[in-house]
DNA sequence: TATTATAGTAAACGGTCGTTCACTTGTCAA
DNA sequence: TTGACAAGTGAACGACCGTTTACTATAATA
């Protein structure tokens, strides 16, 4: 019974996202499941391949979001109204989308907060921490903001300072929306940061005339 | 010696925050200390103890620096030369100040990373966690912005969304700065920030006479 | 100087940990 | 029908857990 698997995996990963990966026994993990510890090692060679299965998993979830979402530079593509906002628009949707999968996904959002609870454990967590939630995203959109100020798409400003002004506040809310009476306002609020985030640092109009002229 | 209980409430305190309370025995305190687990019990009444004397030490030194710092209504104070660039100055002072000590300050430090871990272990932890690192900032500040949007100090926006924007930065290189290697850049990156943020949403000096007048 | 309190050790306690093993089922192919 | 195999039980293993206890050395107090 291969769902049987998937369950430890599931029931693993809520409880390693509550207590931490230590403090979860694994009799705690068969308990939930209504057997026994011994069970669990005809599906799982030890504790510690349980998490990396989990960890794996997320690898796996990853990779097939990245194929869905984010092409690294977006091939063609049915024209809209307005040329120089479609760059906008689909960060934006992306930006809600990325919310709502380590919010309300329950793999990611119990993944997410699995790793904020062993970030410090050993390098390898850590490092994977900052990739998905830190130092990653603020990497991948200082990268996508350069391109858009040197398109003229944002105003003039340092591509970094933009990352940071526009990833922090969905990161903090992140954090709010682990308290579930929070969560819908949570979004909200980011759903408001996100097009004043956009209207403030969208290019002016004139400077785009400016710019189209030369 | 008093200095063998205090040491052992940081070498507790240090590991605590690395590996989370559950993952910590007794003896690795202990051991750390290069003396046995039963010395421990002169000093404490069991690891719980330890445990709680490290957060009323928190509520302690939170105490104390409120006093020291921000007083709820500013009394009296030498005006300097622009009086409605005052109070920006003063959140500007001690926003650095606050990062400084949640980063480089030995106990604020290991506190805030220990409490990063234990925040989903009970309600108590999680009330906890937001109130010093998220919902409980964000609050204050907003009340701080609300005034100074009345006043005219800054420009017409809602002070929900201006604390986030000001304060979620904040909250994230705090996250950047647990890699010891990008501590000092992420101190630069915060400092652009309130500099950014003060710039933009400081009052236009035409409305600021507007209201003068009125 | 004799006494008492303090800080520490070492061993032991019962309990739980992760893991293994012998054993019992049920299922399905030969 | 038989045999192989997958899934699960329950007991056992040694190791370590937090805590207690009996004991020792040191230093201050009477």
Redesign the pocket.
């Known amino acids: ?2 769902d ?1 698997k998937e369950s430890i995996l599931m029931t693993a990963l809520r409880l390693f996202a509550r207590d931490g990966y230590q403090a ?5 993990i ?1 308990g939930e499941l ?10 799982y ?4 391949d349980i998490f990396d299965s989990i960890v794996q998993r997320m690898y796996q979830i990853d990779a097939e979001r990245s194929h869905k979402y984010e092409v690294p530079e977006q091939t063609h593509d049915q024209c809209p109204e307005s040329y120089n906002d479609v760059s906008i628009e689909r960060i934006a949707d992306f930006t809600v989308a990325q919310f709502l999968f380590w919010t309300e996904d329950d793999f990611a959002s119990a993944f997410r907060r699995m790793l904020t609870l062993e970030q410090y454990r050993d390098a390898e967590m850590g490092e994977l921490y900052r990739s998905c939630l830190t130092a990653g995203p603020l990497a991948y959109l200082e990268d996508i903001f350069r391109h858009m100020v040197r398109e003229g798409t944002l105003r003039e400003a340092d591509p970094r300072q933009l990352a940071l002004a526009f990833y922090a506040p969905f990161h903090l809310l992140l954090s709010i929306s682990d308290r579930p009476e929070d969560r819908k306002d949570a979004l909200t609020r980011l759903q408001r940061h996100i097009t004043d985030f956009m209207q403030q640092n969208a290019a002016r109009k004139e400077k785009e005339n400016e710019i189209r002229q030369k």
């Open positions: 019974m291969p049987t979860v026994s694994v009799s705690a068969a209504g057997m026994t510890k011994g069970a669990l090692y005809k599906h060679r030890n504790k510690r």
